[in-house]
């Protein structure tokens, strides 16, 4: 019986314990865990959060209720007529996270109005409750309330 050869070791050097195909995924991880938490950032503009302008603008305002705020589809919110129509800014906050459907058919806005309430709703105003931010609807209602 023929006694087997010896295995002979090869020292490589020190091993480090990671496979050579995980060194190039170690160095992307933290640029790409950067880019991913910067999905999540709020939407910013020169530094700062968006302005009531552009609220205003970019949520299609303007289409309904004139660029300036001057009336068209929906109704005048400019030289104080939102304030009277919802002297509660909150009442104005409801309604424009809820839209007018909860309301379709019905006056709103406040009763001792001059003029009375609004004329019933038509259910045309969309909900925007899903598409801006709490920090978005109160930016844009103070625009709208103060600046229009």
């Not at 806005?109 to 309430?117: C, E, N, T, V």
């Not at 920090?135 to 625009?143: A, F, P, Q």
């Given at each position: 019986?023929?006694?087997?050869?010896?295995?002979?070791?090869?020292?490589?050097?020190?091993?480090?314990?990671?496979p050579?195909?995980?060194?190039?995924?170690?160095?992307?991880?933290?640029f790409?865990?950067?880019?991913y938490?910067?999905?999540f950032a709020?939407?910013?503009?020169?530094?700062?959060?968006?302005?009531?302008?552009?609220?205003?603008a970019s949520?299609?305002?303007?289409?309904?209720?004139?660029p300036?705020?001057?009336?068209?589809?929906?109704?005048r919110?400019?030289?104080?007529?939102?304030?009277l129509?919802?002297?509660?800014p909150?009442?104005?906050v409801?309604?424009?996270?809820e839209?007018?459907?909860?309301?379709r058919?019905?006056?709103?806005?406040?009763p001792?109005?001059p003029?009375?309430?609004?004329p019933p709703a038509s259910?045309?105003m969309?909900?925007f409750?899903?598409?801006?931010?709490?920090?978005?609807?109160?930016?844009?209602?103070?625009?709208?309330r103060?600046?229009?």
């Amino acid at each position: 019986m023929t006694e087997p050869e010896p295995v002979v070791a090869v020292d490589t050097g020190p091993r480090s314990g990671i496979p050579a195909w995980m060194m190039p995924v170690l160095l992307i991880l933290p640029f790409w865990a950067m880019v991913y938490m910067g999905a999540f950032a709020e939407p910013t503009t020169e530094g700062g959060p968006r302005t009531g302008p552009q609220i205003y603008a970019s949520a299609g305002c303007g289409a309904c209720h004139g660029p300036t705020g001057g009336g068209g589809v929906g109704p005048r919110l400019a030289g104080q007529e939102s304030k009277l129509t919802f002297p509660n800014p909150e009442d104005m906050v409801k309604w424009i996270v809820e839209g007018s459907a909860p309301s379709r058919g019905k006056s709103y806005g406040d009763p001792a109005r001059p003029g009375g309430p609004r004329p019933p709703a038509s259910g045309g105003m969309p909900a925007f409750g899903t598409q801006l931010t709490p920090e978005e609807i109160t930016t844009v209602t103070e625009y709208v309330r103060e600046q229009l």
